[in-house]
């Protein structure tokens, strides 16, 4: 941790902000790059430096950064540690072909790594405990729901059990029902936490209710959509691998993680606000951006029922569902790094110094840091309330001397 203070901080004008801003790497109003401006643009995008992690290139396709990012650096590890765990017991599941095993880790798996991480990265404590828990119980109670109301409908189109062959969510018959519906379902939560009273408001709350909801929608559908097989025995020998290859990756990685992405990225969109300063240039252009990436997503995840159609080899089904969830978390790195560049921030005190969240520099206590161009608000409000409280104290060279 460096110590120092911002005080004394000579002082350089952005070429982006045009406001005098203490020198650096980066402005600590809005985040541009104060040297080297012509080889950065576009500015408003900073596509060199992601304002949750600012040693990646935006698109860096880099999942834990992008589906957790309020942790800083050093808390990524056992994050990344626990996503390994979750394709290694996958991939154990289906080697030993354990389908009730393969369908309790493919659905509560990635929900759980994310409760875990909304509590380690302090989101509980910036959303109330009520918030969280009314947007998974809307998750879950609407995937139930769905299930058994298509229930019949998705047997019928498919024939069942697992690993004989079928995908995530084959569409109807006539149409694209069932996926584009379950998606569009995924998104009700937060849009009902969005319309209950709230206090402050961040474009990463709307991340985390709007990816909580989605998750617990997909976890629920999965478990009530498969349950019938948890009565087929522990091992199913007669089972073909690569069939129960194909729903561990279908179910367990590329659903949940385009569920997440999705329902993220329309979260930040309903969240998103914009400085009262800037309030009136190009007001709706960000949310809007949002908004379209989101529902492009959906688009492109409801036409995986042509695929079914022209009944294509399950190792087919298998990349195109990655390839969705992959376009899905690049559509949410972008919408997050939007949110967070062009979003209202906390009240700049230059004067202030604050330990930066992602590098440890003693820097301005400003909306981006001055040394790495981090946004103050990838960060959770507990820690930046917590970094205010205890401000680095400058030491000067005559103190040490003595």
């Known amino acids: 941790m460096t110590e120092g203070t911002a005080v004394e901080r000579p002082t350089i004008e952005c070429g982006v902000c045009q406001i005098d801003v203490p020198a650096g790497d980066f402005c600590g109003l809005c985040g541009g790059h104060l040297a080297d401006a012509p080889r950065n643009r576009p500015e408003w995008l900073r596509v060199k430096a992601f304002s949750a992690s600012p040693g990646e290139h935006l698109l860096t396709p880099n999942v834990l950064s992008t589906l957790f990012p309020h942790l800083p650096p050093r808390s990524r590890l056992p994050f990344l540690v626990g996503l390994a765990l979750l394709i290694v017991t996958l991939a ?88 584009l519906g379950a998606l569009l379902l995924m998104l009700v939560p937060a849009a009902v936490m969005r319309l209950r009273p709230r206090g402050t408001q961040e474009s990463l709350d709307g991340f985390a209710l709007g990816a909580l909801g989605a998750l617990m929608f997909t976890a629920a559908s999965t478990v009530t959509r498969l349950s019938p097989q948890f009565s087929v025995g522990m091992v199913a020998r007669s089972r073909p691998t690569e ?21 993220g990225l329309i979260g930040t969109a309903l969240w998103f606000r914009r400085p009262p300063n800037k309030r009136h240039q190009h007001r709706l252009f960000v949310r809007l951006v949002l908004a379209l990436m989101g529902f492009a997503v959906i688009a492109m995840y409801a036409s995986i029922g042509l695929i079914d159609i022209v009944r294509v080899p399950q190792i087919m089904q298998l990349a195109a569902h990655l390839a969705i969830a992959a376009i899905a978390l690049l559509a949410l790195r972008v919408g997050i790094h939007l949110a967070l560049l062009h979003e209202q921030h906390d009240e700049p005190d230059q004067d202030e110094p604050l330990i930066c969240w992602q590098c440890g520099h003693a820097v301005p206590d400003m909306p981006f840091c001055a040394v790495c161009g981090a946004a103050a608000q990838a960060s959770s409000r507990t820690s930046r309330r917590n970094r205010r409280e205890h401000r680095p104290v400058h030491q000067d060279s005559e103190h040490h001397d003595h």
């Open 92 to 179: 154990a599941a289906t080697l030993f072909k354990l389908p009730a095993a393969l369908i309790t880790v493919a659905a509560l798996g990635l929900p759980l790594l994310f409760l875990i991480y909304l509590q380690e990265a302090d989101v509980y404590r910036d959303i109330s405990s009520a918030t969280l828990v009314i947007t998974a119980a809307l998750g879950i109670g609407l995937g139930v729901g769905w299930v058994l109301l298509t229930g019949a409908a998705v047997a019928r189109a498919y024939g069942v059990p697992l690993g004989a062959g079928i995908t995530g969510f084959r569409i109807l018959r006539d149409g694209f029902g069932v996926p």
């Open 243 to 263: 069939g129960l290859m194909v729903e561990a990756g279908i179910r367990g990685i590329a659903v949940p993680l385009t569920a997440a992405c999705v329902g």
